[in-house]
């Protein structure tokens, strides 16, 4: 009996103690929460941010959260649940427009009416990504875009001259690259509509502008996949392009036998770690015919369910200034969407590094012909909806006429409940 | 199962100890009650609730921030007539749990060899569990390269040793990927099954083989004569968690084909989770939930049917 | 009759090691291809595969040491799985010897714990975490060990071991007048020393290897748990380079290390000559 109340007891001691949070969580008078996406390895300069503007503002702290891609859903939804959303966050892609559509996001558009000398900070199609429904919801961070990249030598020994000029031209170029399993001549992500450029070229609209409707069940649509999938049977574009995330392509793209990648500007610096054989003379940079690119930025926003907006939106303000964007233009070898950083770090690279400026320079070029980025509330479900269909299709599952019309039956459908 | 003796002896009333307290065999059901407490709290709060907030949820509309509308069973509804993918996802499932059985035997075969005193028993039993502690992230990405085209050991030995002439894709094969998920997915729970067997065949007592040796029973009937029943609760436990482990291992498959190609490897957790997490539709991933749960409780009744109710329990003296 | 069994227990013994030897290879190849590659830096994805490590070194593990706080998180998790192991085998224990009594309601609290196991944790996410906000549980050690303070399949365990005791020695010990709890204490648990390693052995990995959990309630940095710190330190971009295989290991080895202390338990059988064939 006595052990077991000793053991009871010291159970419950212990349990006790555990319970309270350690260390101590200091007091502030004013606090926001900051979560980014997967920028971890910016500790340094973010940490750096963080002090200038709590010293510039006494009694204000910041917390700072990062969290990966596939983990920022589940964490931001429950916070949002659990009435504690982050005050500031950073989302890529369209995930800001789904957050904005779920009514979890501040509505910046007075805010930047008030203050016109921030609003013309931001290129204006790259703020433009993140207008829903007529509202600004988000700033740029950084941002990103598809541009194509090529390996010279491979271009050089299939006896081509140069990037191709159209999408007929990306099959054949693809096709002379070839040669069984050991090289191949093309190969995109597919992640976020990275790949719409494909499409995009060829005229295929994917919904009405009103983005009510769909638009892509066309003869032409048809026939542009039903080449692709051929391609793809034939090895001239690799099947990782379909099935691959971010890793294989780029990491078969360092190995060094594939003629072609299209992605957006931070692989570059993924596969020129892989790949020994990216030098300046080797790698080629260039538009997709028709400066077609789907974008891929990231965006700042503000949480409606904020206690502090107004602190929330002054640390906005200081994310973006020329101060900060200059240093994380710097660090990342990015483009922030900030006008004068973008300039200052392009002259400034143009000298140091000629192929990161290369790669960069087209980021901010044709910003008009920008695609892939139709301002969908419901982005996921029409991606759920249309893409594995049409991966199916390019990968010989499925004929190209029945999976666009199985995948138009399927976005209609999300379509009309948006 | 075990009564006690003298459990219904009252004490007369107006006796200090009378009224409900009284009896043992009440105090016995208080103790047991006590017992239980610990456990149930952690299940009723991490558990029933959030199963009850599924169901609730299910018959409504609702997302993070907006007010909740009752809307009656139109999610099951679209889940039934509208969603493809559904029905993809459960003849996966289905054909996950099926594949645990022959994962069961092998485990048992490995039990039934390293139970013994042979040499290196411990390092055998060390090597097979070894899987079993690396996280299903990790599992996953690991496979994901071995079957891949180029750079993966299984088609290099696949080329190397001229069984094939071009690269298997396994896991963008349409055909091959579910397999190969499933192969990975036993690679890594082998070693689960094997310390659940070895448990179970522990507790066999060696005098049932020694009157059945002199009585000259051969060794496959000293197996299934004894060996099987004996290991009924055990292998009720792992048939149990060959079905769980339909989604249990979310992260082994998210992370090796995220439900891919296509939805060849769509399972019903994995689209609980997209349409949770990714397409942020609550109201419908609860529908899910409750539909996966259901399906899963028949099996599990069905289970403990066959291995004779009580969990597989044996008579024992 | 002793000649016999030797003459025939050779080629069977071989039989049996060659097996073992079959099933060892099977298991340890992605092992060698882990270590392999979280000892050099190449690119996974060049074709041939190179079979053997080019250049191996260990700065990927070293690298872990320095850029997270390291002990910290080591020692979070060692109290949350310390806290999470404890929790298991008394809890199991208790809960499994109740299901071995029979009263009121036990088939439907069976079938209660049975269908517990059946809802994945995906699904619990929002109401598990509103739950512990409620208690006041966030960011704590025990807010992240309470999901797990208790398993079915531990509890299972415990209920099959206990029923293997034989009742005489049961019955035995209630007619000295033994309690209920000193019965479990002094007859069936020395009795069933393979579940306790079970239990220690499956609730230490589940524990340690949490990451959703640890994920979502864990706000302050410093309170995160080794795989959390450690997936947040390998590289921004998706990774499967040598640094993720590095940190597999390390997640990994504690693991094992308790499996190692706790499986001589399963040694019990061996003296008792147990099943052949």
New interface residues.
Partial sequence: MVTRRTLLKTAAAAAATSVFPTPAIGQASKKITFLTWNIIDQKELIEGWIKRFQAARPGVEVEWLDKKGPDFGPFYQTQLTAGTPPDVINTQGALGLEYAAQGALLDLTPLLAREAAIKSRFDANYLGNWIYEGHNYMLPFYITKTLLFYNKPMFAKAGLTGPPTSFDEILSHAQKMTSGEASTGFMTLNFDWLYWPLFAMNGVQLVTPDLKKTAFNTPKAVEVLDKLAKATQANAINKISWTGRWVEPNGAFGAGNVGMLHAHSPAYFFFKGQGSWVTPETLGVAHMPGFYATPNSHGLGISKGSKNPELAWDFLKFVTDNGQAGELAERRKLVTGNIAVDKASLAKLEKEDPTVYAVLKTQLEHTDKMTGNWRFGNDSRVKEAFWPEVQSALLGRKDAKSALADAERRMSRELARA | MTTVAGAGAAIPAGHPRAGWWGTQRNRQLALIACFLLPSLVVFVLYRVLPLGWNVVLSFQAWSPLKPAQWIGLENYVEMWSYDDVFWVALRNTLIFIAASPLAIAAALGIALLVNSDLKGATVYRTIVFLSYPLMAVAVGIIWRWMYDERGGIINYALRASGLVDRPIGFLQDFDWALPSVIFAEIWQVLGFYMIILLTGLQSIPQNLYEAARIDGAPAWARFFRITVPMLRPSLFLCIVVGILNSFSSFDLVYIMTNGGPGHATELLITHIYKSAFVETKFDYAAALTVVQFSLLVVLTIAANRAAGGNAGAVERD | MAESTIRRATPL?AL??L??VV??F??????Y??LKTAITNE???????GILPREPHLYNFVDVWYLIPFPRYLANSI?VST?AVI?NV???A??G????????GRRA??A?????????F??????????T?KM????????L???L??T??C???F???F??V???L??AA??DGLS??RIIVRVLLPL?K??I??NV??SF?WS??N??WP??IT??P??QTL?LGL???L??????TGA??A??VM??LP??LV??MA?KE????????????
């Avoid at chain 3, 099977?26 to 092992?31: A, I, K, Q, S």
């Avoid at chain 3, 590289?235 to 499967?240: A, G, I, N, R």
């Fill in positions: 013994l049996r090691h097996a073992l099933v060892s099977v298991m340890l190849v992605p092992f291809w882990v690119n996974i994805y060049a074709y041939p595969p109290i806290i929790g008394v809890f199991n208790l809960a010897y109740a299901l071995t009594r029979d009263f009121p609290v069976l209660l714990f049975l269908s517990c196991m059946l809802i994945p995906q699904a619990a996410i929002i109401p598990a975490y509103l739950v906000a006041g549980l966030l960011n704590t050690y025990f807010g060990a309470f999901p303070l208790s079915i399949v509890i299972f365990v209920k099959a071991a029923e293997a034989p009742r005489s049961i019955d209630r007619i209920e709890w069933s393979p579940a390693a079970t052995i499956l990995i340690w290897n990451f959703l994920l979502l706000r302050d410093l309170m795989p997936a947040r330190f590289s921004y971009m998706e990774d499967t993720l295989y940190f597999a997640v990994l693991s094992i499996f190692l499986q399963f040694i019990r059988g061996l003296t008792s000559g147990a099943t052949k064939g």
